[in-house]
């Protein structure tokens, strides 16, 4: 991907402003997110230009276009991804998103800031069996001092068949210490 965000708005501008794709809620939509997420890219008072009903859409996206534009390489960055998020066909048939596909270079996805601060990628079944773990351990700490549940020693004889060798000598040897 050769050209920087600046120089694909700048060409996909006329296509934008000549989309009927882009009607009056979803211009609001991307001037929400830009100003809502990066209010540095789209001030308040900016954002309430933008939104004046009274203006016809395509000046009012014509002029968002040419403000984002003037603000420089990462507002125009941003708008694309905010234009990814919120009407993603529109997006896939931009004229640059069409040559990049037609030439055969790989289209990379633009990072949103969520996609940057993954916490880890473990599957589902490493976090339910993290939680079953703690959830046995919670039990068998809470349940563990009071003798007056009936049956609790021999559930817990019973947990023990399917674990390994360790584990099932130590909750056996529980389950024998509270008889």
Known sequence: MGESFHEQLRIDSRFLKSDRRLDTE???KLILQLNRIYPQILTDKE???FRDLDVPTCIRLAELLNHLQEKGE???REFYSALHLHVEDVYFSLPTRLRLRESGEPVVPITSPKDRYVMNDHSPFFFLSCFS???????????????????????LG??????????????????????
């Open 26 to 28: 979803l211009v609001d």
């Open 47 to 49: 954002a309430s230009k």
């Open 74 to 76: 990462e507002a125009c």
């Open 133 to 155: 773990l703690a959830v046995g351990a919670a039990l068998l700490y809470y349940y563990g001092e009071s003798k007056q549940v009936s049956g609790s020693s021999s559930a």
């Open 158 to 179: 019973l947990a023990a068949m399917g674990l390994s060798r360790k584990v099932r000598d130590v909750l056996i040897w529980y389950t024998e210490d509270g008889k």
